[in-house]
């Protein structure tokens, strides 16, 4: 999903890390219990990294606010972008989306629930090319974990939770929502802006839940501008 992003941070002298969660992308599925953010602070760790900049969306969001917070001395500087959280109960509207999925889901419908998907996060300014790209990541990740839940085996496999404080958070904060999302992250990213000290919150009105992907020519200069240095 960075695939209009990775290039541009480049040229702009990062470092870029992209990794895929267990089951997502060409991560296979889990085969034991973990944590997606003991993930990703054991993939820097192999890779020598000591101090990074984290950029999450979605669930992305939510990893890299765990992260975050587990480990304030990792995280420079953190961009979270209609993030997901388990630290703030569902609206109705969220919960209504969840319920669907899993009927479509549970009705062997994996085109409908991936249809289903693409019409409740990707907004109005994504191109015909940016919703079928989309639907093709969410088709293989339900593929991927549909293979895993039949699969015998990695049946005690799955996420594991920390407790952990968004006011351990040190690292200079943005939290970005999209008026056209659901109303669910939006409501998360108010609760992200005041529980992570000195974030500054941001507000796309032209955004649905995946900005990097609807726009990139309007989203690519946010990005390098929240990450610059004030």
């Known amino acids: 999903m960075w695939e209009p992003q990775w290039q541009l941070l480049q040229d702009a002298g990062y470092r870029v890390i992209r990794c895929d969660f267990r089951g997502y992308g060409e991560s296979p599925a889990p085969t034991e219990p973990f944590n997606a953010a003991d993930d990703v602070i054991a993939l820097l760790d192999h890779l020598g990294v000591q101090t990074a900049t984290v950029i999450g969306s979605s669930y992305g969001g939510r990893v890299a606010q765990e992260v975050a917070a587990r480990w304030p001395d990792r995280v420079s ?43 409740t996060f990707v907004g109005p300014a994504a191109s015909p090319e940016t919703r079928a790209f989309v639907a093709e990541m969410q088709r293989q990740a339900f593929e991927i974990q549909i293979a895993a839940d039949n699969d015998e085996s990695a049946a005690d496999a799955g996420p594991v939770d920390h407790d952990f404080d968004l006011a351990a958070i040190t690292a200079r904060t943005t939290v970005v929502s999209g008026d056209l999302d659901v109303d669910y992250f939006q409501s998360i ?38 990450l610059s240095p004030a």
Not at 77 to 84: D, F, Q
Not at 202 to 220: K, Q
């Open 77 to 119: 500087t953190l961009l979270l972008l209609c993030a997901a959280t388990r630290l703030h109960p569902p609206t109705d509207a969220i919960r209504a989306f969840g319920q669907r999925e899993d009927e479509l889901l549970e009705a062997g419908d994996v085109d409908g629930a991936t249809q289903l998907n693409v019409d």
């Open 189 to 226: 990213a108010d609760f992200l802006a005041t529980s992570i000290a000195g974030a500054l919150r941001v507000e796309l009105p032209w955004a649905g839940h995946l900005p990097t992907l609807e726009d990139p020519a309007r989203a690519n200069p946010l990005i390098l501008q929240w």
